[in-house]
């Protein structure tokens, strides 16, 4: 609706997970720490919402991908086979006027400083590296020198011969993980978009060389489609194709799908065809043989890998940017409020349905605690005991929960309750017993 083209529309979002307990600033009390940024009690259901949508997406729901989970301390050596200690730099100038730091490739055509508005006032660029050092052990030695993975698919790369020894999974086949990621951003920024520690959901689709082509465009596709069915309208997502001078050193094609933020069209996911890089790559630098061997055709090959690699904390942010709506509902005087409204997929909405008790009185609370406790083995439960029933929905609608369950005195009696939904707000009768499924059915799974 109207929230859709709201100027004021990041903000809003921003406020209401900072006021609701969906993200909050890191370090908040010490002022914060630029850039980082803390899920809070619902923020984490979110987003893990999102993680497993992907996981079922991309693992439980197909018999070609695995899962992994590799430490994020790396020999030093993956990050010079990758080319990342050689290239994963952004070009870094200064203003020579405020001081201010930028990507030259962020700056605007004006050529004016975006802080200050000073004219020709930036040094020459220097590339800055992103990856973030450490030193592992006690002595603070070039040779201690580690780094915090920048992204997560080397950790797959440099496992895929024990996954596919241990799997026995032929070409084509897949890896799949989720896990945490550090670049040090010369310019962090809008909100959780652009963060130094962010989480990603990588999975490398390893293919004979010749199908290459072929699975890059069914995952481009695929990736598509999954934004699209957890509820980002068609309108807010686009699929780019990387011009030829734009593709990263290992790659022969790249598709980001992109998602329309609030300020224009940003990453939410990149899917590249590696080709055989990382492979031959790791195999140089660790002497190991990472080729296949296909039986059937008696042939060995390096397989071609096609990457999607998506970021949590991005998909998260689109998913509750979409979901931001305003609306009128009926207050209990018989008037119309405005409510804000968080059109979440029931998947990824935090809380699946509030238990909520038409009063605080003693026979209808342990009522609704009773009912809660039935229901929390099968869906993420809320109870909520305070306050008028229609600010407790107002509450319940802004943070996305799909469904309210009612008990009133009549539950007493009749052994019912009344679910109430949050996108049509219309309200049914429904036996106690019948909940669970009654609530299944509803929510979609
Ligand atoms: P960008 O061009 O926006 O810096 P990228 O092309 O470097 O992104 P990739 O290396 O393709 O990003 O990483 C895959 C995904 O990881 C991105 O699509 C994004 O969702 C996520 N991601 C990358 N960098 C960040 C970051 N600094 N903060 C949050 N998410 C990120």
Redesign the pocket.
Known sequence: MAAANDPKLMDRVVNLTKRRGLVFPSSDIYGGFRSTWDYGPLGVLLKRNVKDAWWRAMVQLRDDIVGLDAAILMAPKVWEASGHVATFTDPLVDCKHCKERFREDQLPASGACPNCGAKDSFTPARQFNLMFKTHVGPIEDDASVAYLR??TAQGIFVNFKNVQTATRKKPPFGIAQIGK?F?N?IT?GNF?????E???M?MEYFVPPDQSAKWFEYWVNERYNWYRDLGIPADKLRIRPHDPDEL?HYSIGTS??EFRYPWGW?????I?QRTDFDLTQHAKFSGEDLSYYDQENDERYIPYVIEP???????TLAFLLSAYDEDEAPTGEGKVEKRTVLRLDPRLAPISAAVLPLSKNEKLTPLAQEIAGSLRPHFFIDVDLAGAIGRRYRRQDEVGTPLCVTIDFESLDDNAVTIRERDSMSQERVPIDQLVPELHTRLGF
């Not at 940003?266 to 990149?270: P, V």
């Not at 690699?309 to 998909?315: K, L, Y």
Request: proline share 6%; no cysteine; aromatic share 6%.
């Open positions: 920048p992204e990621s670049r951003e962090p959780v978009f652009r963060t130094r962010f989480e990603q990588e990263s980001d799908i940003g990453e939410l996911e990149g590249a690699a998506a970021g949590a904390d991005r998909a």
